[in-house]
């Protein structure tokens, strides 16, 4: 069955970090990846998504993505972190293929310290 | 655009009522909405995907005649827990695909949820 794993389920920074969160999945055939965020209290909304082309994706608040289908990976990265993102971060996959299921990891959440 | 909508934004009922959810498309025509369940500190869960005209195809494990769903336009979408009980307790949470034009997967969109509590 078609799993994403997020190896980071709690990552604490502080801000003017550099941030990556960990996206595997596996899947073996052609895929759409996506990362979501959950701040406090809101609802999921998209950041970045990967469909085809460029392997390096940017998103909104300057997040950025690279698949790397040789090693079944989406990570996120931001070079610098704000107080701001804390959030909850959800890797998602679905299949290159007429059917949309989205396949969700667990999550990371983030705390971002001022 | 693409504003996925919610109500109840949150529902408290006694167990053996029955409490309807609706999902809305407020810019955008949806020819596929899915319903999630969200546990606390879990990821989601997909419960089924509706399609419009045509009946929700249901996950592994979920209930049809508990969680009955209707996609009766481009817009909107119903998930109706039927005879609810504490355990249904949760957060749902609905998205919204729009119309394809290209055969191509399109994003969801995800609406703000619906906490039900079931005392």
């Known amino acids: 069955a078609q799993s994403v794993s997020q190896h980071n389920h709690h990552v604490i920074l502080s801000e003017a970090a550099s941030l990556e969160l960990g996206c595997n999945y596996s899947y073996g055939g052609t895929v759409n990846l996506f990362w979501y965020v959950q701040y406090p209290g809101q609802h999921l909304q998209l950041l970045l998504k990967?469909?085809?082309?460029?392997?390096l994706v940017k998103g909104i608040k300057g997040f950025e993505a690279e698949f790397i289908k040789s090693k079944f990976s989406f990570n996120l990265r931001k070079p610098s972190v704000q107080w701001s993102d804390t959030a909850e971060y959800f890797c998602a996959v679905t299949r290159n293929t007429g059917f949309q299921k989205l396949v969700f990891g667990t999550g990371t959440r983030l705390l971002v310290s001022p | 655009g693409a504003v996925v909508s919610q109500h109840p934004s949150r529902v408290i009922c006694k167990s053996g009522t029955s409490v309807k959810i609706e999902c809305r498309s407020l810019?955008?025509?949806?020819?596929?909405m899915f319903w999630y369940r969200q546990f606390p500190k879990k990821s989601l869960m997909l419960m089924a995907t509706?399609?419009?005209?045509?009946?929700?195809?249901?996950e592994q494990g979920v209930e049809k005649d508990k969680f009955l769903i209707n996609h009766a336009s481009l817009t909107l979408s119903t998930l109706t827990v039927t005879s609810a009980h504490p355990e249904d307790s949760s957060f749902y949470i609905c998205?919204?695909?729009?119309?394809?034009?290209?055969?191509?997967?399109?994003?969801?969109?995800f609406g703000p949820g619906t906490r039900l509590l079931v005392l």
């Open positions: 990967y469909f085809s082309g460029d392997p």
């Open positions: 509706s399609n419009e005209g045509s009946k929700a195809t249901y």
């Open positions: 810019d955008f025509q949806a020819t596929t």
């Open positions: 998205s919204a695909s729009p119309q394809r034009t290209s055969g191509r997967m399109e994003t969801q969109y």
